[in-house]
């Protein structure tokens, strides 16, 4: 698989508990793909896109790692992504 639906990838990350509350986030621009802000829920996205997501009180950046077939337990969503805060090489210090 080459690229994936960002709604679908979001729910498949765990970042949202239902698919349809990741097609509200992207529709109601809480989702930018490589900084550029996305409307589109079935807009595709591929392995090393960084996907950046305004939740209630947070906003999280995640470089694209992975796709799956099936929405999977915790530890399988975690493989999906790479979370771009903790990355030790843009730690100021």
Request: no cysteine; aromatic share 0%.
């Given at each position: 698989m080459e690229r994936q639906r960002l709604d679908k990838w979001l729910w498949h990350a765990r970042v949202v508990k239902a698919r349809?509350?990741?097609v509200a986030l992207v529709e109601g621009g809480h989702v930018r793909v490589n900084g550029a802000r996305e409307k589109a829920p079935g807009h595709g996205i591929k392995i090393g896109d960084v996907v950046t997501v305004?939740?209630?009180?947070?906003?999280?950046l995640m470089e694209v790692t992975g796709f799956a077939e099936r929405r999977g337990d915790a530890t399988a969503a975690r493989a999906l992504f790479a979370d771009v805060q903790a990355r030790p090489d843009d730690r100021q210090g």
């Open positions: 349809s509350s990741a305004a939740l209630d009180r947070t906003v999280r």
